[in-house]
């Protein structure tokens, strides 16, 4: 740990696998290099600052390395807080050639970086890739009327994924209801057509399925039809 008002880094940081813990701000200067080894997803395992004031990334480089084996998995497991704020009030600034949004690969797997992660002042590389499906249908339905849902690819940040493609399934808990048949979503978005009868005992759902992903709509109620008289 290093205590001060203000630690200041001018050149290269080999961070191996360790924490350093600031207790005040911490400065990174643009001719600093941040080196860190990644050993696994585990804190300890992986190098990387807390801080407990302020934090200015100042266009340091920060260099990555993967070590003892290890490779980023394909899924929200993979999540790296570089930068941690412990108590912090703000984290200013970004890595050289690493801005919002910015994706870095290791190992074939695609990281997204962001600064504004945990409680809002922490550069966090996370997993770019899709974590569950927005699966979006109208809060109520007629009985036996068909009805259009959506379903959306997103990655940890509730952003959409529109590189996402692949075969994905339906089913519904309306015991009566009819979801459709398997098909293939491409661009990360498809639409689709189903339909709900039971009116007692709902509000029911309908699950999107592709691969790992698995996640349900918002509820949706099922209303009588009108009566039609002849």
Known sequence: SLTGPNI???????LGTNT???NGNLNLLSSAALDTQ??????????????TGSANLGSATLN??????FIPSANSSSRFDLIESIGGTSLSGAFAGLPEGSI?????????MTYQGGSGHDAILQYAGPVHLAVSAPATVTAGSSFIFT???????????????????????DPQGMAP????ISGGYGFFLATLKTVAGGPWTITATSGTLSDPS?????TPATAVKL
């Open 151 to 173: 379903v959306q690819a997103e990655d940890v940040f509730n952003a959409p994924v529109a590189s996402f493609s692949g075969p994905v399934t339906f089913t519904t808990t």
């Open 38 to 51: 990644m050993n696994s997803t585990l804190a300890a395992n992986y190098g990387h600052f807390t801080y």
């Open 104 to 112: 870095v690969t290791l190992d074939g797997v695609n990281l997204i």
């Open 64 to 69: 990555l390395s993967l070590g003892n084996g």
């Open 218 to 222: 918002n509820p949706i109620t099922v």
């Open 181 to 184: 048949g398997a098909t293939t």
């Open 20 to 22: 350093v813990n600031i």
């Open 8 to 14: 200041v880094f001018a050149s290269q940081v080999n």
